[in-house]
């Protein structure tokens, strides 16, 4: 299936099966805002929770905070979003469309490393063993040709955004003939900065009110709150403050459903280390974070680091978690190494010291910072992307059939199991009623007895539930019910009395974070 087509499925699916909604849809949706429905807000507590026990639960030195959304407006001078959260947009003068210019310009480089790619893997196919792809790297004229322009477009852009060199980017625009993917054209309006912070008022305009900000990320309630948590916690360097919490960007383009949205939910976490030993820190947790994501068992070939061109000003070094998603490798986690930036601007802006003392070392200073940050809601559609699947089915009479199957790990699956009784009389309701009864308080469960069995496993697969639980006129004899697993669709017999433990083994997020 075409990638865009999988995609376009994947979002309807999402709004059909009770995941995500556009946001006031009853008045035709806000752009780039979404609500989660039943099943995507229990998908995303999950996601939260393996996030947060990974933290938290695993690292004795991380503590986590939950930090207002309103901070004091002078945070956001300190921090440097005010002179420079900004994006580079361009317009298009006929479809009347907004870019960022650098998004244009990855995009075009990506084409081109696409078509580089595509011609080594026809190479591979048609010399097979024999394949020596270095070689044919170095050699093949096209390849090569490719690679130039690519090389050339790279230097470029890298300079021109390390020199907020506005000029330049629209001009490697025009030099590399990029056009406006609605109207075809290349009538460009020059390169403007955008800031991308919401602001409000806080106070009523009686009494003065003041203009404040809607955080645009978590970690400067982290780095405001250092010294609380760490005198109060009696922490000792190294240690980490995780927290989740909602975002807001005024983003210039808003597309890809889920992946770039005005209000989402970010969870960081900032771990402060001696200065001096965060570059170590910094592959420490580069590591770390890319086996979080490869636990979750869609495939290691799906990921890929990218490490940054431009560093922040506050960074000396950055590399982000890529993932494969049907529109490309694109960012779901940044890992960078933020230097005592933060943590020195809030100590000249408030006058406050924001320092440690070191026992060891019987001195103090301003600890560096290695930061881990993940969109939740960039998880999300990394994971539904991964687990979205359609299978071709053989029936008993030889046609074929096609079910659409989420395969989410157990763990993070809304709901864990269904219970279902064949029929709706000769007691098996009332069976299936006290299964749910007794295994509600350890598992998100749901009882379906509507349509036939065939039409219930679809419609569990549908939105991922692992287990299904039929109960049949053999229960009542022997108190043993079916097991019907979502991926394989084997079904096995298992006594009432084990099911609590059997699901148990394979739903507990246990497992997965003692692969961590
Ligand atoms: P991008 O380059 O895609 O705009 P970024 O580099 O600005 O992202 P960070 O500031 O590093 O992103 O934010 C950390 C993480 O927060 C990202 O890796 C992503 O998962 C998430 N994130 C950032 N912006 C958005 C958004 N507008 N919508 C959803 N998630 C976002």
């Excluded at 030195?61 to 420079?84: E, L, Q, Y």
């Excluded at 406050?352 to 026992?359: E, I, T, W």
């Excluded at 299978?391 to 030889?398: A, N, R, T, V």
Aim: glycine content about 6%; hydrophobic content about 35%.
């Amino acid at each position: 299936m075409a990638q865009e087509d999988l995609f376009r499925k994947l979002v309807a699916h999402c709004k059909e099966y009770g995941y995500v909604f556009p946001s006031s849809e009853i008045y035709d949706g806000l752009s780039a805002v979404y609500d989660y429905g039943q099943y995507g807000a229990e998908l995303k507590n999950n996601i939260k929770k393996y996030w947060w026990d990974s933290m938290v639960l695993l690292h004795e030195n991380i503590v986590g905070i939950d930090a207002a959304i309103f901070m004091h407006p002078t945070t956001w001078k300190a921090s440097g979003h005010v002179d420079a959260f900004n994006d580079p947009l361009i317009d298009n003068k006929d479809s009347k469309k907004r870019y960022r210019a650098d998004v244009l310009i990855e995009e075009h480089m990506a084409k081109i490393e696409e078509k580089i790619t595509k011609e080594v893997d026809k190479a591979k196919e048609k010399f097979g063993e024999a394949f020596d792809e270095k070689k044919f790297r170095e050699t093949n004229p096209r390849v090569l040709a490719n690679q130039a322009k690519l090389d050339e477009v790279h230097t470029r852009f890298a300079k021109a955004l390390n020199d907020s060199n506005l000029a330049e980017l629209k001009q490697i625009i025009i030099d590399n003939e990029i056009v406006c993917p609605i109207s075809g054209t290349r009538n460009w309006t020059d390169v403007r900065q955008f800031n991308l912070m919401f602001s409000t008022e806080i106070g009523s305009t009686a009494d003065g009110s003041m203009k404040i900000f809607l955080r645009p990320e978590t970690a400067q309630g982290i780095f405001v709150n250092f010294l609380n948590v760490q005198k109060t916690g009696r922490m000792k360097l190294p240690f980490g403050i995780a927290q989740i919490g909602k975002a807001f960007r005024n983003e210039i383009v808003a597309r890809q459903f889920i992946f770039r949205m005005r209000e989402f939910e970010q969870m960081e976490m900032q771990f402060f280390v001696q200065p001096g030993t965060e570059l170590d820190w910094f592959r420490h947790w580069k590591e770390l974070r890319m086996k979080w994501h490869q636990a979750l068992g869609f495939g290691a070939e799906n990921y890929r680091f990218h490490d940054h061109e431009k560093l922040a000003h506050y960074a000396n070094a950055a590399c982000d978690i890529e993932y494969k998603f049907p529109f490309g490798f694109k960012e779901v986690e940044g890992i960078h190494s933020r230097t005592d930036f933060d943590l020195k601007q809030h100590q000249q802006y408030s006058g406050k010291k924001m320092q440690y003392f070191d026992p060891e070392r019987n001195e103090s200073y301003v600890p560096f910072v290695i930061e881990t940050s993940i969109g939740v809601d960039r998880m999300f559609l990394q994971i539904i992307s991964a687990a979205y699947c359609e299978e071709e089915l053989k029936k008993e009479d030889g046609t074929t059939d096609t079910r659409v199957v989420l395969r989410l790990p157990s763990y993070l699956a809304p709901v864990k199991l269904a219970v279902m009784p064949l029929v709706k009389k000769d007691g098996l309701p009332e069976i299936a009623e006290k299964i749910v009864h007794d295994l509600k308080f350890d598992f998100n469960c749901q009882y379906d007895d509507k349509d036939s069995i065939g039409r219930r496993y679809r419609r569990q697969d549908a939105i991922g539930t692992p287990y299904c639980i039929t109960i049949d006129h053999q229960t009542i004899e022997d108190q043993t019910v079916t097991i019907r697993y979502r991926d394989t669709m084997a079904q096995e017999r298992v006594k009432i009395g084990q099911l609590k433990d059997i699901i148990a083994e394979k739903v507990n997020i246990r497992s997965l974070l003692k692969k961590l």
